[in-house]
């Protein structure tokens, strides 16, 4: 696929006709994927579960429009028809094949649609940068644009599409991911990787605090430039999701900024994380980057409830980053108020303008970090969400 660069031995296509679309991505070689940790997962999901243990695909099938969930054993035969549909498209058998859903829950599949969309995007499957974006196209529902990112390193290429914008929060953060690079890379090393990345990209990012059924992101090695340094191969690929991670967060349902949460000095990165998720997914905290108010205590009563165990006489609030960078709080003294210090409210008021607004907190516990990504909350959230299926 090409968008800034191209990996060797990936080709693609798509459709999309109002709310159904369907794509195609050829590709052979090892493979791992990462699924939705949600009790409800969607058909495909509990069938890509089991056919996944072979570790090989030669191609992806993927519909918009109908998520395929709570469908039963209706549901598994058309998870299992998809596949076969995919590899008559692409010339291989059912079990190479990955499936993959997102769309409205608790209706069932549309097969006719897949069989003519099929149809048509087979004979269109190519390796070019109009190709990628037919397939990125073809996988939006709510989305507002197509998601695309890609790593090139010397003597390999990481590259991948996505698509997400409501139903985002950890476990996984994503909706559907397709990660693709032409390094050679046994199995068990493609599936370290990935759910590594996945940790610090995917799940970091929350829209909305809902889980996905159809969460699934796959990474398919074609193996074509040969090996490559597991370390290169592993920072292209965490380069590579966070990037897209990072997409979905600022695309996220009715959004109009982005939220970056940087946590420092905690005791382990598991901890950094958790109350940049916290951080991150507040409904105040959201409200409060929509309404352009620094109203920073939102931040320290969301941190104070992730579950982490840190002293708040040590922790410190900023906003912003490098020399536009604003402490609101440091270690039990208010630095930012209207009548402590007027000039530095203000100026974080001003850097909730723009369209990302980047928060600090530092726990004053160790040497760890992490870094989660969100969204504000809008009336427009509620638009989408009020009238989804009618």
Not at 129 to 150: G, N, Q, S, W, Y
Not at 209 to 218: A, L, Y
């Amino acid at each position: 696929m090409k968008s800034l660069c191209a990996v060797d031995g990936v080709s693609c296509a798509g459709i999309k006709e109002g709310k159904y679309g369907l794509a195609l991505i050829q590709a052979s070689g090892m493979a791992a994927a990462v699924f939705t940790k949600n009790l409800f997962a969607a058909s495909p999901v509990l069938l890509m579960k089991e056919r996944m243990a072979g570790g090989r695909l030669d191609g992806i099938i993927v519909n918009s429009g109908n998520a395929n969930v709570y469908t039963g054993e209706q549901g598994m035969a058309d998870a299992r028809r998809m596949a076969e549909i995919g590899a008559s498209a692409l010339g291989t058998t059912p079990d190479m094949i990955g499936v993959a859903s997102t769309g409205v829950i608790g209706r069932f599949m549309k097969m006719e649609i897949v069989e003519r969309q099929a149809a048509v995007v087979a004979g269109t499957v190519r390796s070019d940068a109009a190709a990628e974006d037919e397939a990125a196209a073809a996988i939006m529902t709510t989305d507002l644009f197509p998601k695309h990112a890609c790593a090139k390193r010397d003597g390999f290429t990481v590259a991948g599409i996505t698509k997400g914008s409501g139903m985002i929060a950890p476990n996984m953060g994503t909706m559907l991911g397709f990660l693709y690079t032409d390094a050679e890379v046994t199995v068990p090393a493609l599936q370290e990787m990935l759910t590594r990345a996945v940790d610090r990209s995917f799940n970091r990012v929350v829209v909305d605090g809902d889980t996905s059924t159809n969460d699934s992101v796959f990474v398919t090695a074609t193996g074509r430039r040969g090996p490559a340094d597991p370390e290169e191969l592993y920072g292209a690929l965490e380069e590579v999701c966070i990037s897209l991670a990072k997409q979905i967060a600022r695309d996220g349902e009715g959004a109009t900024k982005l939220i970056e949460v940087r946590v420092t000095g905690a005791e382990y990165e598991e901890d950094a994380a958790a109350v940049a998720r916290t951080i991150v997914g507040s409904s105040l905290v959201k409200t409060a980057v929509y309404g352009e108010d620094p109203n920073w205590g939102r931040i320290i009563g969301a941190a104070g409830r992730a579950g982490v165990e840190f002293d708040p006489r040590m922790a410190t609030v900023t906003i912003g980053e490098g020399d536009a960078l604003v402490t609101l709080a440091r270690r039990g003294e208010i630095l930012a108020d209207d009548k402590v210090n007027p000039e530095a409210l203000a100026a974080a008021k001003d850097l909730m303008k723009g369209d990302t607004v980047i928060f600090g907190f530092d726990l004053g516990a160790g040497e760890a970090s992490a870094t989660a990504w969100g969204c504000d909350l809008t009336e427009k959230y509620v638009e989408i969400n009020g009238k989804y299926t009618t």
